[in-house]
Structure formats: structure tokens, C-alpha cells
């Protein structure tokens, strides 16, 4: 059973970095069959994307057009986890966060295990 | 603004079925084979019902289906329980740099 546990802190300051990071468990993060997601969910923006990354003989790299320029996604295969980086936040980039794990990365399978969410506060 | 379209509500009465309908382009659902749905319940994450348009993950309810026709995508729910009442996403998978988007969602009320 795979099992992702996400942390961080839940309250930012405009023009800050946003970091959280998603432990893995009943799966490898360097896994060459799946991919590891973050997602964000507001009032106003709905479910977005925000990027990816998975290893296929390397690591890649793929960012939502929305938040490229200030994402990134970063693995670490010691600790079987993964973390996103958001720079430069906003009030705007307010929203629950979730990491998330696609299972076939040939297109897009789905999202069939989600971290249990942290809601980011960006406010002074 | 989200790039799918749902409706913003349905409902049914239990035992009854409901079609909850997501309307995309050519360019994301009618161009690829990959919308999923999921149901969320509040304060929870979602959680996946349905893959590649019409697949079931192991563990979800066969009352639960779906389907796919040019630009569009529908979930039905048949034999409506108590417990179905939810909101409910659909995506797909659009090819470009932003590699899915979501719809606005849709709130299930159970009468």
C-alpha cells in the first residue's frame, strides 16, 4: 500500500519560498513506472497542476505554464521523498497543496495515491 | 477559470442514476484517450474513480463509470447512495507543457 505523507510549514510570507516535502512509503520515488505530482486546490483556481518529475535513466522535469519560472520539483532518492519549491509567492498561491502519484507515466494514467494535503497561507 | 466545464450541481435521489457531463476541446479530450474523474469528499483528498475514460482502479465501485464522446466526457453513478454525495472532478490529459488540466468540479447532493 503506498503511502504519501506530506510536511511543512502552513503559513508564508509574501515573496517567500513555499517548500513541502512528500515522504513515500510502499514505493520507490526513482520507480521507472510512475511519477510523483504536486497539485494545488483554491476557491478561485479550482485543481491545478503545478508540475512533475520521474526517472527515466535520468530525471525529468516537467512544470505547469501557470507557475513556470518559480517551480521546481526536487527528489531525493536517500530519503525516498520529494518537494516542491515555490518562489516569490503571492496571497494568490493560498491553496491546499498535494503531492500525488501517477502510476503509468505514458500520458496520463490519473492520480490513484494523494498526500493528505497542507493548507499554505501566504500572508504577512 | 478552469479548462473543463462541469456543472456546477446535480442531484438524485438514492437508487436513482445521475450523469455528471465535462466538456473540453480538441486539443485535451478530444485529442487523447487519458480523462480520469475523482470524488472528493470534504476536508479529504480526491480520490481516483475512474482512468483512461471507461478503467476502474481495483477497490471502486462498479456503480461508477464512464465515458467518452468527441470533446466530451461523462461519469455516471448508478444506484445512488448517501455516501456518493461528494464533489466531483474530471481531467485530461492535454499534451502540452501544462500536462493536464482539471474541471471546475461538480457538487453531488443525495435528496
Known amino acids: 500500500q503506498v503511502q504519501l505523507q506530506q510536511s511543512g510549514p502552513g503559513l508564508v510570507k509574501p515573496s517567500q519560498t513555499l517548500s513541502l516535502t512528500c515522504a513515500i512509503s510502499g514505493d520507490s520515488v526513482s520507480t521507472n513506472s510512475a511519477a510523483w505530482n504536486w497539485i494545488r486546490q483554491s476557491p478561485s483556481r479550482g485543481l491545478e497542476w503545478l508540475g512533475r518529475t520521474y526517472y527515466r535513466s535520468t530525471w525529468v522535469y516537467q512544470y505547469g505554464a501557470s507557475v513556470k519560472g518559480r517551480v521546481s520539483i526536487s527528489p531525493d532518492t536517500s530519503k525516498n521523498q520529494f518537494s516542491l519549491q515555490l518562489t516569490s509567492v503571492t496571497p494568490e498561491d493560498t491553496a491546499v497543496y498535494y503531492c500525488a502519484r501517477d502510476p503509468d507515466i505514458s500520458g496520463w494514467f490519473g492520480l490513484d495515491y494523494w498526500g493528505q494535503g497542507t493548507l499554505v497561507t501566504v500572508s504577512s | 477559470q478552469s479548462a473543463l466545464t462541469q456543472p456546477a450541481s446535480v442531484s438524485g435521489s438514492p437508487g436513482q442514476s445521475i450523469t455528471i457531463s465535462c466538456t473540453g476541446t480538441s486539443s485535451d479530450i478530444g485529442a487523447h484517450d487519458h480523462v480520469s474523474w475523482y470524488q472528493q469528499h470534504p476536508g479529504k483528498a480526491p480520490k481516483l474513480l475512474i482512468y483512461?475514460?471507461?478503467h476502474r482502479p481495483s477497490g471502486v465501485s462498479d456503480r461508477f463509470s464512464g465515458s467518452k464522446s468527441g470533446n466530451s466526457a461523462s461519469l455516471t453513478i448508478s444506484g445512488l447512495q448517501a455516501d456518493d454525495e461528494a464533489d466531483y472532478y474530471c481531467?485530461?490529459?492535454?499534451?502540452?507543457?501544462?500536462?493536464?488540466?482539471f474541471g471546475g468540479g461538480t457538487k453531488l447532493t443525495v435528496l
Open positions: 481531467s485530461s490529459y492535454t499534451g502540452s507543457s501544462t500536462l493536464v488540466t
Open positions: 483512461r475514460v471507461t
